[in-house]
């Protein structure tokens, strides 16, 4: 397979074109949905040398797997708090373990494949933009209780790093990492392929019949018998299952990226680490391409946006950080729809018999998509029952457009939060 070498190129179309669903078809197990946690099924279940097909609407990676910031490190989007009083604490640590667990699986699955154009770069900075005295306890903490060891980078450590007066304290991750993840996606597809797996692009469901020993799944050139199927398309699910559906939010998040730019991103971006800040309506960043780029991403939307407004804000942003970065050009935005779910933990489980789903993975980084497939493939192949452990985060009902409503709101309540905490030190 020919990979671009620019991440400009890499994000805009795949490479290799897969066919459409045409005819009948019979599998083991049909996986609706080719963004991270559908692939990562797949390709353990090819690898236990089970019949396999992926059916994806669009391009592999085509939604918010393949158009993300490409951060992979442990934990979820949820409060430990919010964890714990669902799961209990030994619940909890088992969520915690499963995250890291889903990290280390990106990490030895990117090594072991040796997949091109995915340039993995160690370290994960999550920067404080106030002071924050009980920094150094939270690190403890999570050393104490959780075995996991952070770096604490006082102010003046954390300025030679990122040349900012924005940025007061940071934790940093030494084992998380950031990646691109088309490629990923395209490393993963590449190899259920190799191993026998089949996946049909341009190939949406249509109609799901899943009562009964044998599933069948209808696209407009064809269908799909099959004796399971797995659920895992996130964002952009639509009504093919409405339980699914009735169970998400779909939330547009926004990334951009730079002109080949490296002198000048040197001069206020001194580490290759990927950098998230700690507002809850925050910005994540990162230098690509061997650090001639600078990608940032951040805003979200109930609904898509206009891009070149969201792009204007997110530049705001960058230069609110980095008022060098001014005149810094900007060569290309996207969006991508995320699924969130209320309870603002991903839901991982069993729907009814021969049936499973993997979604609403938004705000948790990459190491969710990859656990959850891994879960899910060994509840298929009867070799664990882990998937259990994500059990007390169910299909719970988002309210429909009430619920949009209330998510935009908080969102919106979260940013004057954020603004009226730094008033004090901008």
């Given at each position: 397979m020919?990979?671009?070498?620019?991440?400009?190129?890499?994000?805009?179309?795949?490479?290799?074109?897969?066919?459409?669903?045409?005819?009948?078809h019979e599998t083991g197990t049909l996986i609706i949905g080719g963004g991270l946690?559908?692939?990562?099924?797949?390709?353990?279940?090819?690898?236990?040398?089970?019949?396999?097909?992926?059916?994806?609407?669009?391009?592999?990676?085509?939604?918010?797997?393949?158009?993300?910031?490409?951060?992979?490190?442990p934990g979820y989007a949820a409060g430990d708090d919010t964890i714990t009083r669902h799961a209990g604490t030994d619940g909890a640590?088992?969520?915690?373990?499963?995250?890291?667990?889903?990290?280390?699986?990106?990490r030895q699955t990117i090594t072991a494949l040796d997949m091109p154009g995915v340039a993995p770069e160690t370290g994960v900075l999550s920067v404080r933009r106030h002071d924050d005295p009980g920094l150094k306890?939270?690190?403890?903490?999570?050393?104490?209780?959780?075995?996991?060891?952070?770096?604490?980078?006082?102010?003046?450590e954390l300025r030679s790093l990122l040349r900012s007066r924005r940025y007061f304290q940071a934790l940093r991750d030494g084992n998380a990492f950031h990646i691109h993840p088309l490629n990923y996606l395209r490393g993963l597809a590449a190899e259920i392929e190799r191993l026998g797996g089949t996946i049909f692009e341009q190939s949406p469901a249509t109609e799901a019949h899943l009562a009964g020993p044998e599933k069948r799944v209808v696209s407009p050139g064809g269908e799909i018998r099959a004796e399971r199927v797995v659920l895992t398309t996130g964002g952009y699910t639509d009504?093919?299952?409405?339980?699914?559906?009735?169970?998400?939010?779909?939330?547009?998040?926004?990334v951009m990226l730079s002109e080949p730019a490296p002198d000048r991103l040197a001069q206020v971006i001194a580490t290759r680490h990927a950098v998230g800040d700690n507002r809850r309506a925050g910005d994540y960043y990162r230098l690509v391409e061997n650090g001639t780029r600078l990608?940032?991403?951040?805003?979200?939307?109930?609904?898509?946006?206009?891009?070149p407004g969201i792009t204007r804000q997110l530049r705001h942003e960058m230069v609110t950080v980095y008022?060098?970065?001014a005149d810094l050009r900007t060569e290309l935005a996207w969006s991508g729809l995320m699924a969130y779910a209320r309870h603002l933990m991903p839901q991982v489980g069993r729907m009814g018999p021969g049936v499973w789903h993997a979604t609403a993975f938004g705000g948790h980084g990459l190491n969710t998509t990859a656990i959850a497939g891994k879960v899910v493939a060994e509840d298929i192949l009867g070799a664990s029952d882990r998937i259990q452990a994500f059990a007390p985060f169910g299909l719970t009902w988002t309210g429909g457009a009430i619920?949009?409503?209330?998510?935009?709101?908080?969102?919106?309540k979260l940013q004057t939060q954020d603004w009226w905490r730094e008033r004090a030190v901008a």
């Open positions: 020919d990979y671009p070498q620019t991440y400009y190129r890499q994000s805009l179309a795949e490479t290799r074109a897969r066919p459409a669903l045409s005819g009948r946690a559908g692939l990562t099924t797949a390709l353990e279940l090819a690898r236990a040398g089970q019949s396999v097909t992926v059916i994806e609407a669009h391009q592999v990676g085509f939604g918010a797997s393949g158009r993300n910031g490409g951060f992979v490190g640590r088992r969520l915690w373990d499963l995250s890291v667990e889903g990290m280390e699986h990106i306890s939270a690190r403890d903490q999570m050393a104490r209780e959780l075995n996991y060891h952070l770096d604490y980078l006082p102010t003046e009504g093919l299952v409405p339980r699914l559906r009735r169970s998400m939010l779909q939330i547009a998040t926004y990608l940032w991403g951040g805003r979200i939307t109930t609904r898509a946006a206009d891009i008022p060098e970065l619920g949009l409503l209330a998510a935009q709101l908080t969102y919106w």
